[in-house]
């Protein structure tokens, strides 16, 4: 979804610019999913499994950025790619067309700056123009410097995942359901 560019004023000083994700980031978009992934075993994939070509990512942000029911954002400081977040609706059926799901990264480097608490506070205004009434998420349990965010922003935890991911060293992670509810 086209929406209109923010910026806000980060904690250091600086100025962060929130737009739809477009085309064009394809490069900065890989790499930056390869490595964010890298930097915490919080995100669902490992830097590795960040496959895809130039051009297929290109065709993603196309879509997401053409999509009625869908939004990608970019975090932009300096000029360069920060973070992103999106929002996507569970599907088409009427008893859950209500939803849509959230997912968030940033680059280690632009944690505390303010710009995780931004990006989903612009993303739930778009969430309530397109219609939805609540947002979930999926967090790892030991992930609670993102559950703190999540929760400052109006999630609440309404369940847990038993054994939900399961990482290279065998070892096994519980996710925790959370949902904002938005109207």
Known sequence: MEFEPRT???KDGRSCVLRPTHPDDSEQMIEYMKHTAGETPYLLRYPDEVNYTLEQERELLTTMLNSPDQVMMVAIVDGQVAGNCSISGLGTKRKIRHRCSMAIALYQAYWNLGIGYAMIDYLTEMAIQL???????????????????????????????????KFDDGTYHDELLMVKILR
């Open 8 to 10: 806000i004023n980060l």
């Open 131 to 165: 219609g939805y009434e609540q947002m979930d998420l999926e967090v790892v349990t030991d992930n609670t410097r993102a559950q703190a965010l999540y929760r400052k922003c109006g999630f609440t935890e309404t369940g847990r995942r038993a054994r939900a991911l």
